[in-house]
């Protein structure tokens, strides 16, 4: 590669990125968005970074905008505002190694980012269908109960589940150490008694027949011997999701969503199911407030005067005859406490600011805009 140029000090950059000790997925990342746009730049004659200006920017936020994948999707604004982080990153570099002047990427205007839940989220009910799929006589099948059960019961993500060894089982505790997850940072989980029966049998009858002579180690291994790449695990997950035939569709990150609905709904203090989901920030976890709809059902039933099929009477205050998990008391002031107190909970999850999850979508590779 010719010195100096745009691709060239792009590897510069994710050397410095290495060197720094940034997450390998980062890096990874960073350098295939950075490689697109020293396409975009070359296709333009462009081959310095001296030669990028705030116009080349924003005809790259353009193309972005406009680009259209394979499928015909569009790039999602989080996918987008990703890239172009990348490339804010990557001229603020340069300006500090005296490359450039002035980075013409330093007033980027990001798009602006809606606040989505989680797509999909399953019942308990439909959890445990999705479970009962795999063919538990079979290695690959027994492999894949127990990578399911740990999803769910741990709510670890899709990375971190590959990075799994078989020492972070802590039976005596009944715990799970994941390992440099997102951020670097560390973190044990309760791994449960069932999850951890399920590990177990599958140690003892399947790992050995796929384990090889080259084994590292790896908690869950391919049919190869070797660790699942997210692909593969992706796609494993995705199939037993479509094969229980719930009218839903998702992956790995379905049990994680789950887990924390779930958890949240049978009364979690949402501190704790942060701390199992590896969040850095309240705000991030606090987006299952919005997807935990036991509360506003049960404050629903209780004050709309539509929510039912007779118009409450004074009677069904003193019986409690709502139909309701939460209002099994007979006393109409204890009932009234309870809605209260529904309100206040209410209130408070509706103060926090939820932010989008960290998902974030693969490397894209450009095609002509449609």
């Known amino acids: 590669m010719v010195k100096d140029t745009i691709g060239w000090w792009a590897e510069q950059y994710v050397r410095w990125l290495q060197e720094r000790n940034y997450s390998p997925r980062t890096v990874e990342q960073r350098q295939a968005f950075l490689a697109n746009f020293a396409a975009f730049c070359e296709a333009r004659n462009l081959l310095y970074p001296q030669e990028v200006t705030r116009a080349v920017i924003d005809r790259y936020q353009s193309m972005l905008y406009h680009h259209r994948r394979p499928d015909g999707r569009p790039l999602s604004f989080q996918a987008q505002a990703t890239r172009l982080t990348s490339l804010k990153m990557y001229f603020r570099w340069l300006a500090r190694q005296r490359v450039i002047a002035l980075s013409p990427a330093s007033e980027i205007e990001l798009p602006k980012l809606t606040k989505q839940l989680p797509r999909t989220v399953l019942t ?7 479970l009962r799929v795999p063919d538990v006589d079979d290695v690959l099948g027994l ?4 990578m399911m059960e740990v999803l769910y019961a741990t709510a670890v993500r899709r990375a971190e589940l590959i990075a799994l060894r078989i020492y972070d089982v802590d039976r005596e505790r009944c715990t799970l150490m994941v390992r440099e997850g997102k951020g670097r940072r560390d973190r044990v989980v309760p791994l449960g008694e069932r999850a951890l029966a399920w590990v177990d049998k599958y ?10 002579a080259l084994d590292d180690g790896a908690l869950f291994l391919s049919n190869t011997g070797e660790a699942l790449s997210r692909d593969h695990l992706s796609s494993l997950v995705r199939g037993y999701v479509d094969r229980a035939e719930l009218g839903k569709s998702g992956a790995c990150h379905i049990f994680r ?14 501190r ?21 709809i036991h509360k506003l059902k049960q404050v629903h039933a209780l004050t709309h005067p539509g929510a039912r099929l007779r118009p409450v009477q004074s009677d069904d205050l003193r019986k409690g005859d709502f139909s309701l ?18 309100h206040e909970e209410l209130e408070a999850e509706a103060e926090a600011e939820p932010e989008g999850d960290d998902l974030v979508e693969p490397p894209w590779q450009p095609t002509s805009s449609r």
């Open 124 to 130: 308990a009910l439909e959890a445990e269908a999705v």
């Open 325 to 342: 998990a939460a209002a099994s008391e007979t006393d109409g002031t204890a009932l009234a406490d309870s809605v209260e107190r529904l």
């Open 203 to 212: 140690l003892e009858q399947a790992r050995p027949e796929l384990a090889t």
């Open 272 to 292: 704790f199911i942060q701390q199992l989901l590896g969040h850095a920030k309240l705000d991030t976890t606090s987006i299952y407030t919005q997807v935990s």
């Open 143 to 146: 492999r894949d109960r127990a």
């Open 257 to 270: 969503h789950t887990a924390a609905t779930l958890m949240l709904e049978n009364g979690a203090d949402i």
